[in-house]
């Protein structure tokens, strides 16, 4: 089951997301709580065509204790990591679409235009920072499946 804890505004620093509302949710799998902060508009067609790879940027924790949530310590670096990654609000060629914490995986979302620019940014936004526990999976998602469903399965929670 779905549910959702509050609609609220993603901060954001560029002009074409300022407007953009954002949901916090939360669902269970595996019995275990998942949260998830995401973009409650899907996007008009151009926009999906002109940002076809949908890219995750994973961390896997351990599931078996905090009932499937990270520890504090680690909580606090997954932290730090998100607030790299608000560069990506700046860069018209990759929106962020959601994240998602939960059942020993934090997960970052966007839709983006080119890999090797996405690196590259990631790279640059990394920069000075410890090595973070990561891995990066690029899909061809023109038509945004897996976020229109998840768009769709709140509005019907």
């Not at 953009?20 to 995401?38: L, M, T, Y």
């Not at 620019?117 to 410890?130: C, P, S």
């Amino acid at each position: 089951m779905f549910s959702l804890f509050k609609k609220r505004r993603t901060q954001t620093s560029s002009s074409n997301l300022d407007d953009q509302k954002g949901i916090i949710g939360k669902f269970h799998e595996s019995g275990k709580p998942v949260i998830v902060k995401f973009v409650n508009e899907i996007p008009n067609d151009e926009t999906m065509k002109n940002l076809p790879w949908l890219t995750i940027i994973s961390w896997k924790y351990d599931a078996d204790i905090n009932n499937g949530m990270p520890l504090k310590e680690v909580n606090k670096k997954m932290i730090k990591l998100e607030h790299a990654l608000e560069v990506f609000y700046s860069i018209d060629d990759i929106r962020w679409i959601y994240n998602r914490t939960g059942n020993g995986l934090k997960e970052f979302n966007y839709q983006i235009s080119d890999r090797d620019q996405f690196i590259k940014e990631l790279n640059k936004a990394l920069r000075g920072h410890e090595r973070y526990p990561i891995e990066i999976t690029f899909y061809e998602d023109s038509d945004w499946k897996g976020f229109i469903k998840l768009v769709k399965d709140f509005e019907q929670a």
